[in-house]
């Protein structure tokens, strides 16, 4: 790892500033912005390695995030995060080059697991456009307590 870079577009401030901390503690360069517009912004001043996203916000969404980076020649890898529970919108997000879908609640191990995959990825050509299946079956849920 040698200070790769991340932007991290959640509206949530807690989520956001948790990840943040954890993902700049071990030596990645993190951006964040609340919505999707000031996000996209972020990504064309800055040419992440990795997009971490959230589904729903405010001004602008995950999607129209998502539809933005496949557009661009040499797009980043990218997560999305979400509570939401919808099969469709894996699909959509895979459809539309998501390397990873994280449901809200996650471990921050399988945080900092997608960003590596992500970036091997990334590296190794495979979250190019075109690719097939880039999430496959995966789907990355903290376990409660109580299961």
Known sequence: MAGEQIVLIEDD????????????GIGYRVWTATNGVDGQKIIQEQEPDVVITDMMMPRMG??????????????????????????????????LGAVDYLRKPFAMDVMIEAVRN????RNSGQSKKGTSSPLGNRVSRKKSKDE
Do not use: C, W
């Open 62 to 95: 995950g999607f129209p995030v998502l539809e933005y980076l496949s557009t661009l020649d040499s797009p980043p890898a990218v997560i999305m995060i979400t509570a939401n529970e919808g099969g469709r919108h894996k699909a959509y997000a895979e459809m």
């Open 13 to 24: 401030r807690e989520i956001q500033s948790t990840l943040k901390s954890v993902l700049e």
């Open 118 to 121: 992500a970036l091997e990825g």
